[in-house]
């Protein structure tokens, strides 16, 4: 079964530290994509990546920035975390370059505090 | 840049009844998407239309992609307190970018 992983699943961090969320794929997809989900906003792309070392910025990148070492992992970074960061964060995959749907992951739940 | 807007945000039905949501974008899009997401879970990924006018039915099920491929619909017949979860649409234009609707909550009164 299709599986993406992030690394936590409730995260507590102080306002100024660099967060580091982690998502693995274990289905050998191209893509690979994080966004936030908000109350009454919907989810929002963060960044996303079509290939190793290769990224994009999305709808709302300030203040993240992100890393694809390798195919099946993809870091969302925020450098000096804010309050306003608090938030559900979703990774997702996809193949290749054609029309699939995604496969999210469970979700971090950051509280910046 | 490109809008989907969803409506209704909100829908509460006795069990039984029936439930339709609404996707609307401001471009013509390459393909939709529709995602369902359980209280406390995540995205779930449910069908995709491609062409224009098609309709798809997963058991109670129905989406719809309209004639211009701007608008698409899903509609649930009958339903259970199994449906209850938000649901997405997401559309896509010519590139690799999904832009998703703000979602539709669906609750059932058993």
């Known amino acids: 079964d299709v599986k993406v992983t992030q690394s936590s699943r409730y995260l507590v961090k102080r306002t100024g530290e660099k967060v580091f969320l982690e998502c693995v794929q274990d289905?050998?997809?191209?893509?690979m994509f994080w966004y936030r989900q908000d109350p009454g906003l919907g989810l929002r792309l963060i960044y996303f990546s079509y290939d190793v070392k290769m990224k994009e910025k999305g709808d709302i990148p300030e203040g993240y920035s992100v890393s694809r070492e390798k195919k099946e992992r993809f870091s969302l970074i925020l450098e000096s975390a804010s309050t306003n960061q608090t938030s559900m964060y979703l990774c997702?995959?996809?193949?290749?370059?054609?029309?699939?749907?995604?496969?999210f992951g469970s979700g971090t739940r950051l509280t910046v505090v | 840049g490109q809008q989907v807007m969803q409506i209704p945000q909100y829908q509460h039905v006795q069990e039984g009844e029936d439930f339709t949501t609404y996707c609307n974008s401001s471009t013509t899009l390459s393909n939709i998407q529709w995602y369902k997401q359980r209280p406390g879970g995540h995205p779930v990924f449910l069908i995709q239309l491609v062409k224009s006018g098609e309709v798809k039915k997963q058991k109670r099920l129905t989406f719809q992609f309209g004639e211009a491929k701007k608008n698409s619909s899903l509609h649930i017949t009958a339903t259970q307190t199994t449906d209850v979860g938000t649901y997405f649409c997401?559309?896509?234009?010519?590139?690799?970018?999904?832009?998703f609707g703000k979602g539709t909550l669906l609750t059932v009164n058993p």
């Open positions: 997702a995959s996809s193949r290749g370059q054609g029309d699939y749907g995604y496969t």
């Open positions: 289905m050998d997809h191209e893509n």
């Open positions: 997401a559309g896509r234009r010519s590139n690799y970018k999904l832009t």
